[in-house]
C-alpha cells in the first residue's frame, strides 16, 4: 500500500488544564494492492487452491483526536483520545478495503525527554485501542495495546538521527459469529532509523522526518518494510 495521511491540526492559545491542547483531524487517502494464494483442504481430504488479486484507490475513515501536553523543564508528558470514524471505502465482498467499516476508541499517554544541551532526545507514546463491531461480517477486532518510541541525537541545532520503533500486541481475542477462526490475537513489532529537520517556514517553525520501520515477531499480521515520510506546516 502507498498511503497519503493528511491531519490539519489547530492548537489553542489559551491553556487548558494547565497545558497546551492541541484538536486534530487526520485522513487518509492511497492505493492498495492485495494477492492472495490458498489451499484449502475439504472435509473429504480433497486439497482445492486458488489464487485471487484485487486493488483499490480511495478514501480511507476519519480519525479526529485531541491532546493536551506539559512542560517542565527537560520533561514533557501528553494524554490524548482519538476515534476512528468508519466512512472509508469498504465493501464486504470485497478483497482490499482502505475503509474498517467498524468504529474505534484509542487512548494513550507518552512522555518525551528533550536535553537542549546535550541534544539527547527520548520519546515513548503508548495507547489502547477498542474496536467496534463491523455490522456487514460480525466480526470484532480484539482490544489492542501499542508502545511507539523514538531515540535520537541531534548532531546540529536543525537536524537529528536516532532510531524508531514500536511494539503491537492484541491483548484479547477477536469475537462475534464471523470470528470463524477463533480469537486470532495477532502481534508485531518494527525497528529502523530515522532523520529529522527543522527549517523556517512562513514565519514559523517546519519540520520534515523520514524514517524506516523492519518488521519481526509477527503472528497473524503482514509483515516487512515500511517507510514514512512526514511533512509539518505551520499556517
Do not use: C
Amino acid at each position: 500500500s502507498d498511503l497519503l495521511l493528511f491531519g490539519p491540526t489547530y492548537v489553542f492559545t489559551k491553556p487548558v488544564w494547565g497545558g497546551q491542547a492541541t484538536l486534530s483531524m487526520a485522513g487518509v487517502y492511497g492505493r492498495a494492492d492485495v494477492s492472495v494464494d490458498a489451499t484449502l483442504t475439504g472435509p473429504g481430504g480433497d486439497v482445492l487452491t486458488g489464487s485471487e488479486s484485487d486493488s483499490l484507490t480511495a478514501f480511507g475513515d476519519l480519525f479526529p483526536s485531541f491532546s493536551v501536553k506539559w512542560n517542565k523543564g527537560v520533561h514533557n508528558s501528553m494524554v490524548y483520545a482519538m476515534a476512528g470514524v468508519p466512512v472509508g471505502s469498504y465493501e464486504v465482498e470485497r478483497l482490499v478495503n482502505l475503509g474498517t467499516n467498524h468504529w474505534s476508541a484509542d487512548i494513550g499517554g507518552g512522555y518525551t525527554y528533550m536535553n537542549p544541551d546535550t541534544g539527547r532526545e527520548f520519546s515513548a507514546t503508548a495507547g489502547i485501542t477498542y474496536n467496534f463491531e463491523n455490522p456487514d461480517t460480525n466480526y470484532q477486532n480484539g482490544i489492542d495495546a501499542h508502545l511507539d518510541w523514538g531515540l535520537s541525537q541531534f548532531v546540529s541545532e536543525q537536524t537529528h538521527v536516532g532510531l524508531v520503533g514500536y511494539f503491537f500486541y492484541q491483548i484479547t481475542g477477536d469475537s462475534g459469529s464471523g470470528a470463524v477462526l477463533g480469537d486470532f490475537k495477532s502481534r508485531v513489532n518494527g525497528v529502523g532509523p530515522q532523520v529529522g529537520h527543522i527549517f523556517e517556514m512562513r514565519g514559523g517553525q517546519a519540520y520534515f522526518n523520514a524514517k524506516g520501520y523492519w518488521e519481526f515477531d509477527s503472528k497473524y499480521r503482514a509483515s516487512g518494510w515500511n517507510g514514512w515520510l512526514t511533512l509539518v506546516i505551520p499556517f
